[in-house]
């Protein structure tokens, strides 16, 4: 059996890996070059700053948007980030996945990060954490983090 729309055939292993169109029409493997689109989504963006000293960033109205990637500062005091989350932008919780874990996104300095969407369903407002809730680590200047939300 031929895909359709390149007219090939499968070998088994393309045949269980999910495909998208490339520029040209073509079917190629779904991957981060070839991610699978969003839709008729529109991508914004919000900043999260973080005060020079401090490990939490102010709080960040996200509105309709979902976060689906951070956008690194140049210069980063080495620590990971962790979050807090907030249905009213009043009462704050840090936010753990439905394993009970710190939800923890591995960072470093000049990174664009992409984070599973999913993750992310029903946050409204948010704040960024350098370090853990048990260990946050202080950055050594301002820090403004860029937040790609998908609407």
């Known amino acids: ?3 359709p729309v390149s007219n090939k055939a499968p070998d088994v292993a393309q045949a269980v890996v999910p495909h998208v169109l490339d520029g040209d029409g073509n079917a ?4 981060p070059a070839a991610p699978q689109p969003v839709g008729n989504a529109e991508l914004a963006t919000a900043t999260a700053t ?3 000293g401090e490990s939490l960033s102010a709080a960040v109205d996200l509105g309709t948007g979902r976060l689906a990637g951070i956008v690194m500062p140049a210069a980063w005091t080495a620590a990971n ?3 807090q989350t907030s249905p009213d932008g009043v009462t704050w919780r840090d936010r753990y996945d439905w394993l009970g874990g710190e939800v923890t996104v591995v960072a470093a300095a000049a990174r664009s990060i992409q984070v599973n969407l999913a993750d ?17 680590v202080n950055q050594g200047a301002e820090r403004v983090l860029t ?5």
Do not use: E
């Open 1 to 3: 059996m031929d895909y």
């Open 28 to 31: 190629v493997p779904q991957s």
């Open 50 to 52: 973080i005060a020079n």
């Open 81 to 83: 980030l962790t979050f």
């Open 120 to 136: 992310w369903l029903g946050v409204r407002f948010l704040k960024v954490r350098s370090g853990t809730s048990g260990t946050p």
């Open 147 to 151: 937040l790609v939300l998908v609407r």
